[in-house]
């Protein structure tokens, strides 16, 4: 053990998306572009929800917050990313590794339980409206998004703790563009299949149990609307729809990722890039582009010239 401590690895080596140079000018300006509209959607989005009164609802609170958590999800992996295109050797201290891993971690278990928060929410709101305003009031949202930050930073700790009491005394390079438990572990000298069996059980439980909750409350609202008027429906099933498409595009990377213990595929980095670059971005597109609500609050902002103002 004491050989362990005296050669302990100090920073690890991304290999990165790819090694081939015109690809990653590609890349650098593809995501930097994405990104950019991932700050500056998910920005509007939680400043119409702030400043337009009749958005003071549940459903705008926790879409806010989701907005939040995006933009911090983003910010975690894609500048480290950007950096790394732009060089020839993609280095990182072990330390900057695990607060990596940390947030990444934090940010994305706090996104899957507010994505389950607003799916109970749209539940309760069209199966059972009568008591919608004394259920889902905004002490209860409150308290709600309290809890999801309590257990995302739960999970997050006890992801960073797995990786942590692993030895790292040899190889240092990380199959990958950011710091995450599965590739990190692999690089560990000691035999890792208990660490990932307690993955599998905290990440891959956690994601799959919250995805078949989601399904759940999706199918029993679905099946509920055929009681509701055709306006109802229609506005149910396309806020609905809306919610689903950012659940699925968010959760089946994730599934996919923390249900595999100890496996790795070629396809594991395009998986990656989807649910901490892209998925960030849809939750703006799909919250605005849809819902007819939110374009005609931003336009009235924009006709008071409050965005203007906002910017000097």
């Avoid at 929410?121 to 889902?136: E, F, G, K, Q, T």
């Avoid at 849809?290 to 006709?303: G, I, Y």
Wanted: aromatic content about 14%.
């Amino acid at each position: 053990m004491d050989a362990l401590n005296q050669t302990r690895v100090t920073e690890f080596v991304f290999l990165g998306l790819t090694d081939k140079w015109v690809l990653e000018i590609l890349f650098f300006l593809a995501f930097s572009v994405t990104y950019v509209l991932t700050l500056l959607g998910n920005t509007l989005i939680i400043v119409t929800i702030v400043f337009t009164p009749r958005f003071h609802t549940p459903m705008y609170f926790f879409l806010s917050n989701l907005s939040f958590i995006d933009i911090c999800h983003s910010s975690v992996t894609v500048p480290k990313m950007l950096e790394g295109l732009l060089l020839e050797i993609k280095t990182i201290s072990f330390d900057n590794c695990i607060a990596q891993l940390f947030f990444l971690h934090l940010f994305a278990c706090a996104e899957i339980f507010l994505l389950t928060i607003m799916a109970y929410d749209r539940y309760v709101a069209i199966c059972a409206p009568l008591h919608y305003s004394n259920v889902m009031n905004m002490r209860v949202c409150v308290q709600l998004v309290f809890a999801l930050w309590l257990g995302a930073t739960v999970h997050s700790l006890v992801q960073t703790f797995l990786t942590i009491r692993l030895p790292y005394c040899g190889p240092n390079i990380i199959d990958s563009y950011f710091c995450d438990v599965p590739p990190v572990i692999k690089l560990a000298c000691t035999d890792t299949y208990l660490t990932g069996m307690l993955i599998v059980s905290n990440s891959g439980t956690i994601s799959l149990t919250c995805f078949l909750a989601l399904v759940t409350s999706y199918t029993v609202i679905l099946v509920s609307l055929r009681k509701q008027s055709p306006e109802g429906r229609r506005k149910a099933l396309s806020t609905c729809s809306a919610h689903f498409m950012v659940v699925a595009f968010f959760f089946g990377p994730c599934i996919f990722i923390y249900t595999r213990p100890d496996t790795s595929f070629s396809i594991d980095k395009v998986v990656s890039v989807f649910y901490t670059v892209v998925t960030p971005l849809l939750n703006p597109l799909i919250y605005t582009l849809r819902n007819e609500e939110v374009k005609s609050a931003m336009k009235h902002l924009r006709q008071r010239g409050f965005f203007m103002k906002s910017g000097t």
